[in-house]
């Protein structure tokens, strides 16, 4: 799951961050650990960021950060029937370089990989 987190714009008690956009990919149905897309854009419910307690993030101003977020199922190569397989959850943010449009576009009309 990638998450693009940016400001809201909003001022005073609004003010904090949104989920600009968001998409996922692969066969495993998990829900986004920390909002969807959307969340955010009219309140301060994302002002201290993504991640975990503690450990939260925020992008700058005038620009977005990418919020990553993957999971996986491991299956061991012999079988076992003494424990479910673990999952595995590792999250990762990366900054991008500050511009001034952080709206995403699909000029070629590719199909979009939405979170459902």
Do not use: H
């Amino acid at each position: 799951m990638l998450s693009s987190l940016e400001e809201n714009g909003k001022n005073g008690n609004r003010r904090g961050q949104v989920i600009g956009w968001q998409r996922c990919f692969g066969d495993l149905a998990v829900d986004p650990a920390y909002g969807e897309q959307g969340d955010g854009e009219n309140d301060n419910s994302l002002r201290a960021g993504m991640g975990k307690d503690g450990n939260r993030i925020t992008a700058g101003a005038n620009t977005a950060l990418m919020f990553v977020e993957v999971t996986y199922v491991y299956q061991p190569m012999v079988a076992t029937g003494f424990f479910d397989p673990p999952t595995i959850r590792y999250e990762s943010a990366f900054n991008v370089r500050g511009r001034q449009n952080n709206a995403i576009s699909n000029t070629q009309n590719l199909t979009v990989a939405a979170c459902d």
